[in-house]
């Protein structure tokens, strides 16, 4: 059993303390965010991931998990200190590091004996020795004190627990090789390749590993734009594609792209970081395009079928940016609401887990109980997250509820024959018409 302090209880932070707490460790997490400490205290979840209420629940029982806001609580008894506080992009697209500069300052400062900080946060290449800079600055020793390790996080919002627990790498990078075979040594139960390589390399694989995946999705949202002009179908194209063992059909669904709080940031992240190197990232640049492209195509396909779209009513189904998550960071539906309340026209909305988070950064719209009642006298409906619910949807009843059977099928999820039948004016992304 070794002693771990995770510092952040976010989607990452929460999943890696309660998942090490699962596999035998003691675990204290951290968080400034009192609200959040106090909810976990009284058995409540600060955030929606499947499987992870029950998993904290049975740890906290049974003694290995605790949760804190001092850092005196948690530093001076950790052998391990995870970093996995949030790196937003700051005003140019560069990660802003403003929380995992305060972490290593408040680590330096209650630091009593040696402990490996383990940083999970996505952060720019040459991170890791920042933070060693900035305990070294603060009188602590490397080697002697500390050591730092990078430990990128792969997991999947949503399907966060089985990623964590079931990976398929985990990437060590560090200056003393000690340090990294320890950390190692934490995941040896999951029985997973291990990769250990220096602190920057790690860094830059999970940058280079969002955006070759971010790279696939714009692509293939390319190939469907011209699959629209072509008269061909993206979806069959996507599966003919796949089938070669050289391309795979992962991450080829073509769809309104791609959101949430990392593939955006980190793209951005690092085309910052290539600018400032003076490369020329012209490749990420045009994943961003085209990613950003793809939301106002939606707002294209309801002005053509509706004309102008002042005083329209639009049902918005789907707010998180993917589903099974109640994340709506970067979500393409709070920018296609936006836009459409530019224009005038007026927002039903309904999604199975997001409403609340949605609620707290959009305005003016109606939030409804269900997906029929947010497509009751719709002009318009947009499918933008393609939660499993819609898919069983009773599409006949929804057709009945609307006043304009105008159907923009934002993640390719119905059959565009069956929709036409039921007198639907069906749009999908790339699926020829
Ligand atoms: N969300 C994902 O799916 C995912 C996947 C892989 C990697 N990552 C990366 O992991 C990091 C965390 O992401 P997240 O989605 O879990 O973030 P999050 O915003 O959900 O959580 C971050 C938490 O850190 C806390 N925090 C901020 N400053 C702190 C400080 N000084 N001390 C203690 N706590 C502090 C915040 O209060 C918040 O609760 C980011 O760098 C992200 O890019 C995220």
Known sequence: MRKICVIGVGYVGLVTGTCFADLGNQVTCLDIAEDKIEKLRRGEMPIYEPGLEELVARNVTAGRLIFTTHYR??????????????????????????????????????????????????????TGDSVAEILIERGKQPGVDFDVVSNPEFLREGSAVYDFTQPDRVVLGATNRDAADQVAQLYLPLRCPIMITDLRTAEMIKYASNAFLATRISFINEMAAICERLGADIKEVAAGMGMDKRIGRAFLDAG?????????????ALTWMAEMNDCH???????????????????????????????????????????????????????????????????RAYDPVAMETAQRVSRDIVFCGDAYAAAEGADALVLVTEWNEFKQVDMARVAAAMRRKVLVDGRNVYEPAQMRALGFEYRGVGRGY
């Open 256 to 268: 309104i792209g791609f959101g949430g709080s990392c593939f955006p940031k980190d793209v951005k």
């Open 73 to 126: 609580d948690a530093v001076p008894h950790a052998d391990f200190i995870f970093i996995a506080v949030g790196t937003p992009s700051g005003v140019d697209g560069e990660a802003d590091l403003k929380y995992v500069r305060m972490a290593a300052e408040s680590i330096a400062e209650t630091l009593t004996h040696y402990a490996i900080i383990v940083n999970k946060s996505t952060v720019p290449v040459g």
């Open 281 to 347: 990232p012209q490749l990420l640049r045009a994943v961003m395009d085209i990613n950003r492209d793809q939301r106002r195509r939606i707002v294209t396909r309801l002005r053509e079928l509706l004309g102008n779209l002042r005083g329209k009513m639009i049902a918005i189904w789907g707010l998180a940016f993917k589903p099974n998550t109640d994340d709506v960071r970067e979500a393409a539906s709070l920018d296609i609401i936006h836009i459409l309340q530019a224009e005038g026209a007026h927002i």
